[in-house]
């Protein structure tokens, strides 16, 4: 694919290597093409669309710390842990250490599900 993707200029030279290789040129083409073509139909898919929603909620949550960490250092450690044992270790170990810290329902329960 290497060899492909550095000689797309010189197409009597990609036609010789293919044909050393036992390859056509139209096989080689339909590679180039699909992997032009992977970036335009990522979000096509209902599966595609879920992960760009899965990012850009990542994305903010990320932002939110970063707000809250330069707002209120103190406070949002605890709820860092909190969130990175229920991602990192599980929905229990998150939520006890939510309520051995202190934190309310209000806090512990929208941080797990």
Do not use: C
């Not at 060899?3 to 139209?26: D, E, F, P, V, W």
């Amino acid at each position: 694919m290497f060899a492909i993707s550095s000689l797309q200029g010189h197409s009597g030279n990609l036609s010789l290597l293919l044909k050393n290789r036992g390859q056509s040129t139209a096989s080689a083409h339909i590679q180039m093409d699909q992997g032009t073509r992977m970036h335009e139909t990522l979000f096509a898919s209902t599966e595609g669309r879920m992960l760009g929603v899965d990012l850009a909620l990542t994305g903010l949550m990320l932002l939110a710390f970063g707000i809250g960490w330069h707002l209120y250092p103190d406070r949002i450690l605890p709820y860092a842990i909190m969130m990175g044992l229920n991602l990192i270790i599980g929905r229990e170990a998150g939520m006890s250490f939510g309520y051995a810290s202190g934190f309310g329902h209000a806090q512990v329960v929208p941080s797990t599900s």
